[in-house]
Nanobody, 120 residues
Framework: QVQLVESGGGLVQAGGSLRLSCAASGSIFTINTMGWYRQAPGKQRELVAAITSTGSTNYADSVKGRFTISKSNAKNTAYLQMNSLKPEDTAVYYC??????????????WGQGTQVTVSS
């Protein structure tokens, strides 16, 4: 079993900051890629940021310069530092990962999501 658990969401005023965490656990051999998606009510789920096993990152244009994705390989944890938050950042944020298990099975796994609400 592989699980992803997000934490760190909450309510913040515009201009504030939050840091999301995504902890992976279970029979993990390696994690190829971890990323953050978000989905606002009535809108499609979109990729916010991703980080590869080599440390390469990419970001949605809407969050460049404000959000930073990072990871701890030792903790199997990814982070999303969100600064200068805007009301349009309000969404449920989901952690996703491409995981290789100890039996060398590959899965695309999703967390349950954490709510981020930015008030004006």
């Amino acid at each position: 079993q592989v699980q992803l658990v997000e934490s760190g969401g909450g309510l913040v005023q515009a201009g504030g900051s939050l840091r999301l965490s995504c902890a992976a656990s279970g029979s993990i051999f390696t994690i190829n890629t971890m990323g953050w998606y978000r989905q606002a009510p009535g809108k499609q789920r979109e990729l916010v940021a991703a980080i590869t096993s080599t440390g390469s990152t990419n970001y949605a244009d809407s969050v460049k310069g404000r959000f930073t994705i990072s990871k701890s390989n030792a903790k199997n944890t990814a982070y999303l530092q969100m600064n200068s938050l805007k009301p349009e950042d309000t969404a449920v944020y989901y952690c996703a990962a491409e995981v290789v298990t100890t039996t060398l099975a590959r899965y695309d796994d999703w967390g349950q999501g954490t709510q981020v609400t930015v008030s004006s």
